[in-house]
């Protein structure tokens, strides 16, 4: 009796090992997995479904979970102002650069206009860029119409956008926004010059008639 059953179980021990050993077609196979669990990690992984709580960016889409309710990232600053003339108006009038004004800045500020603004605005602010050219209705001059625009308004425009002009938000972070700023502001003036007679010019003269 116990023969018969210690030749089954040879017998059938011998049936599994063929069984595991035939039919592997990739070499990289490790054949039969006895234990799955080993193989197929119930982990979360990134960007993967979240089947522990509903609280997922998407409908359980992504394992990312939301952030704290009144939170926001690092290094991150909120803007207030909404994308609306009132919004607009609010900015112009409340909003003020908070990165000092210097030839490093200005320099920055240039480098920023030539790739984002020229093509439309031109060189010079000009509104004769050769993009802005061949638009409906070409951007008005910097040192014309919008020579008294404010700070706040021109930030709350490359950040919304406004007219034929898209938003620039994703193009450009909020403190390379107000370093281009503060070269908009020098292109408001590029053609502010003394006129003929007027004190200015008196006094350059009497300037250089001293230094004689």
């Known amino acids: 009796m116990v023969r018969k059953i210690y030749k089954r179980v040879l017998t059938l021990g011998s049936f ?3 069984l ?8 990289n196979s490790p054949g039969i997995e006895y234990m799955p669990d080993m193989y197929r990690s119930p982990s979360l992984e990134v960007y993967n479904g979240n089947q522990l709580s509903d609280d997922t960016v998407g409908i359980r889409t992504v394992g990312m979970r939301l952030p704290v309710p009144g939170t926001v990232p690092r ?4 803007y207030p102002y909404a994308n609306d003339t009132a919004g607009y108006a609010a900015a112009g009038r409340e909003l003020r650069n908070p990165i000092p004004l210097t030839p490093e800045i200005l320099k920055e500020g240039e480098e920023l206009y030539g790739k984002f603004c020229v093509h ?18 070409a951007p008005p001059a910097y040192y014309g119409t919008l020579k008294n625009l404010p700070a706040g308004k021109i930030f709350h425009t490359i950040t919304y956008g406004k007219g034929l002009m898209g938003s620039h938000a ?12 503060h070269y908009v502001q020098k292109l ?3 053609k502010d010059a003394p006129a003929a007679g007027s004190d200015s010019t008196a006094v350059a003269k009497v300037d250089t008639k001293k230094r004689k």
């Open 188 to 190: 408001q003036h590029s």
């Open 20 to 27: 595991a050993s035939c039919g592997k077609k990739d070499a």
């Open 120 to 137: 439309c605005h031109g060189a010079q602010g000009g509104g004769d860029g050769p993009v802005g050219l061949k638009l409906p209705g």
């Open 75 to 78: 290094g991150f600053m909120p």
């Open 16 to 18: 599994v090992l063929v």
């Open 170 to 181: 994703s193009q450009l972070t909020q403190q390379e926004r107000w370093i281009l700023v």
